[in-house]
């Protein structure tokens, strides 16, 4: 992913997004994950038509120890109270989030998912660690902002993102 020229396209508006998750949150399905809510997508200029160079948004809600298989080119890491997975194709990071009053308990049970999918049509043979930094950095910065929105209480991305590969398993 590159510094330069890219137009933020916003599908779902702060209001929005934070309605839609704590709605998704009242009524998560038991043992399952929330349909995913694509807030936003960064389209690269002056390139707009190619699909496969943009980076879209989607935030969820997971249940507390729900695991999907990663990418198979996925790097596991911590990110001070985040944990997720980056690779060629996208990150994914997940995080408590303890919201206020009556969604408390919801919130108890769950983990807010967010992931970066980089429309790619294969993956990149020529990413160093500073690319994925900058891709985990973006995710991680993205979360926070969403944690905010929803005023998750616990404050989980308050600082500066530390990120820390994981050892493979």
Not at 146 to 161: H, Q, Y
Request: aromatic content about 4%; overall charge negative.
């Amino acid at each position: 992913m590159r510094s330069d020229g890219f137009e933020t396209q916003v599908n779902k508006t702060t209001r929005n997004l934070t309605a839609r998750l704590e709605e998704d949150l009242r009524s998560m399905p038991s043992g399952d994950e929330t349909d995913s809510a694509g807030f936003c997508t960064y389209i690269p200029e002056p390139e707009p038509a190619k699909d496969h160079l943009r980076v879209r948004m989607d935030v969820r809600w997971q249940p507390q120890g729900f695991k999907k298989r990663p990418p198979q080119d996925a790097v596991p890491f911590v990110a001070n109270e985040a944990v997720g997975e980056t690779g060629d194709t996208g990150t994914l990071l997940r995080v408590r989030c303890e919201m206020p009053g009556e969604l408390r308990v919801p919130s108890d049970k769950a983990v807010l998912s967010v992931e970066a999918s980089y429309g790619v049509s294969v993956p990149h043979t020529d990413m160093v660690q500073a690319d994925r930094d900058r891709q985990t950095s973006l995710t991680y910065l993205m979360t926070r902002r969403v944690t905010e929105a929803l005023g998750c209480e616990n404050k989980p991305l308050a600082k500066a993102p530390v990120v820390k590969p994981l050892p493979t398993p």
